[in-house]
């Protein structure tokens, strides 16, 4: 029952999302005339009510399996006048990753996140400004920058950790989801929210996340109940924020933290970032961080402890850091968990925390597929990338439903074989996360103190992903029982 409840409100979800995204197409599609070229096999029509016995009794992620297995690489879904192109594997990816903005554009879909962080960032601006911004936040998090956010995210495990009491039962979901917003408070928005006003925040942040779903994503404005929650808490939380930029700069305080690195940053022409930017900027930057995280964390909890192989490999890399470095840790040590870290990446791959990501056609392109075939896809159309389905191709993956951190050691390296783009899971090309090295760094933080200090035991059945979900995340909880003791170094 809850499989097919979970598979129709796809089906509900994909008519919203084709019905939205007619309303903001260009006019009616038109194939290019000079071009010969056919377009790619179409699933329309009867076809597609065949689809949803599939639909209903596997669920999304097998429909999709068996739309690429009977049509390839490339295909398109007409729902009414709306085609929707669905794109799998690394070569069908490159204009996806790839393409200019002129190609393949990101901004009509995502129009639902202006309200969420306002109009001065992200796709309420022009596409230079937002790549300016974009460079914002990639500087923020990299490597020098990262160094000096271990030292805070240590301090948060450490202290979340030590109210468990020596054994006990816990939902590793929820928990997961508190102590990233506690990392993001303090590593992002820094002390002051961190020490001062959590509670609040948290509150007015949580407001704002419940604005994504699938009636605000068709109508962004409309004023319903939770549109309107969400826009009181984004102009609470922008005064909150506007505050502590003030307060630094009176007082000529300045901060280890991403939101000081924003104050700071300074747009090409030389124009500094104003209050009202800085704050949407931290607010788009936790919302998408904080989501991917706890939910790759969460997979991460689920695979690992499932797999009793794999967690005695990972404890007992965590026996010998242990050993070559006593109780430290640090940025270059967190580097040498490797095993950790192709859990965390075995997991992602498996269950990606968005196993979509989606562009809109902005004039007639050429995709060519795995299969040698190439397809025209005119302007209008929708592009989709499956990135649930690339993840699980046999022919870059071996075995690829079993779970095998392995395959990502030297030597085996799959997804480096299988090319660019065959690991998709924090995207790639033009649009990759620019924050994903934060990402795996609090994860393995997280995991690291989790496994030097308690004995962990899954006590519920494995999840499976909530298709009802606007952004899909393990269905129910993640029921753990732990005893606390401390790792040995030998």
């Not at 909150?240 to 991403?258: C, G, P, T």
Request: positive net charge.
């Amino acid at each position: 029952m809850d499989l097919t409840i979970s598979a129709l409100w796809m089906a509900l979800a994909l008519f919203f999302i084709t019905t939205v995204l007619t309303k903001i197409a260009n006019g009616r599609i038109t194939y290019d005339p000079v071009c010969t070229l056919p377009p790619p096999p179409e699933v329309r029509g009867i076809a597609l009510l065949r689809l949803l016995p599939t639909l209903c009794t596997k669920g999304p992620e097998a429909t999709m399996h068996d739309l690429y297995n009977k049509f390839g690489s490339i295909f398109t879904v007409s729902f009414i006048w709306k085609r929707i192109t669905f794109l799998v594997g690394r070569e069908a990816s490159v204009i996806f990753f790839q393409g200019l903005e002129s190609e393949v554009a990101q901004g009509d879909i995502n129009e639902f996140t202006v309200p969420m962080f306002g109009q001065e960032i992200g796709f309420a601006v022009d596409y230079n400004t937002r790549m300016e911004q974009t460079r914002f936040l990639v500087e923020s998090l990299r490597p020098a920058q990262l160094r000096s956010y271990v030292d805070p995210m240590l301090q948060e495990v450490e202290k979340y950790f030590a109210k468990w009491g020596e054994e006990g039962v816990v939902d590793l979901k929820h928990e997961f989801e508190e102590l990233l917003m506690l990392i993001s408070s303090r590593c992002l928005v820094g002390k002051e929210v961190r020490e001062k006003m959590f509670g609040q925040f948290c509150k007015l942040f949580h407001e704002i996340e419940e604005g994504v779903n699938f009636a605000s994503f068709m109508f962004p404005y409309i004023p319903i109940p939770v549109n309107r929650r969400r826009d009181r808490a984004r102009i609470k939380l922008t005064e909150i924020l506007s505050e502590v930029v003030r307060s630094r700069k009176s007082f000529k305080r300045v901060e280890e933290d991403v939101l000081q690195r924003f104050i700071d940053s300074t747009y090409k022409d030389g124009r500094a970032t104003t209050i009202e930017e800085v704050s949407g900027m931290i607010l788009a930057l936790i919302f998408a961080g904080k989501h991917t995280s706890a939910t790759t964390s969460t997979w991460t909890g689920a695979c690992l402890l499932s797999h009793e192989n794999f967690l005695d490999a990972a404890l007992e890399e965590q026996k010998c850091i242990i050993g070559k470095y006593n109780d430290k840790i640090d940025y270059r040590i967190l580097s040498e968990m490797g095993t950790l870290h192709n859990c965390i990446k075995e997991a992602a791959r498996m269950h990606p925390a968005l196993p979509t990501l989606v562009r809109q056609v902005k004039k007639n392109i050429i995709v060519r597929g795995k299969e040698g075939n190439e397809y025209a896809i005119p302007k209008g159309n929708i592009l989709v990338n499956l990135v649930m389905v690339n993840g699980m191709l046999p022919h870059i993956y071996k075995d690829p439903e079993v779970f095998d951190p392995d395959r990502f050691r030297p030597v085996r390296e799959e997804d480096k074989a299988g090319g660019k783009f065959s690991y998709t899971s924090f995207g790639g090309g033009r649009h990759a996360c620019g924050g994903e090295a934060y990402a795996y760094m609090q994860i393995k933080i997280i995991f690291s103190h989790m496994l030097r200090n308690f004995e962990l035991k899954l006590i519920s059945s494995f999840p499976k992903p909530d298709w009802t979900k606007f952004m899909p995340e393990p269905k129910g909880k993640l029921m753990v029982s732990y005893k606390r003791f401390q790792l040995p170094s030998n």
